[in-house]
């Protein structure tokens, strides 16, 4: 089992940066595919992006451009670099983890159901 802990969020004005941490802990390996979700008031969870063991990277469209996932493996921790940020950015992202066979993500990865083990979420909030 992998614990997950998000970290980074915070409230800045439309076009501005964040950038997320998720520490990992527990039974850390190389056999994750991780990503990072969000979910706004009154919506349900969406993918935001995945990434592979062998750092191949997946991402939703309406992030495409402005968002970029990453990991350093020494240090077991995710990121999420946001830039550009806009006002329908708003929402509480978690970092998702699941078990699959050599670490690599699979479309169902992009979706709730498809991982294991979240975070408890870390609030973005973006004003115009």
């Known amino acids: 089992q992998v614990q997950l802990e998000e970290s980074g969020g915070g409230s800045v004005q439309a076009g501005g940066s964040l950038r997320l941490s998720c520490a990992a802990s527990?039974?850390?390996?190389?056999?994750?595919?991780m990503g990072w979700f969000r979910q706004a008031p009154g919506k349900e969870r969406e993918g935001v992006a995945t990434?592979?063991?062998?750092?191949?990277?997946t991402y939703a469209d309406s992030v495409k451009g402005r968002f970029t996932i990453s990991k350093d493996n020494a240090k077991n921790t995710l990121y999420l670099q946001m830039n550009s940020l806009k006002p329908v950015d708003t929402a509480m992202y978690y970092c998702?983890?699941?078990?699959?066979?050599?670490?690599?993500?699979?479309?169902?990865?992009?979706?709730?159901?498809?991982?294991?083990?979240w975070g408890r979420g870390t609030l973005v909030t973006i004003s115009s």
């Open positions: 527990g039974r850390t390996n190389n056999e994750y595919c």
């Open positions: 990434i592979d063991s062998d750092g191949s990277t």
């Open positions: 998702a983890a699941t078990l699959t066979v050599g670490g690599y993500c699979y479309p169902a990865n992009m979706y709730y159901y498809g991982m294991q083990y």
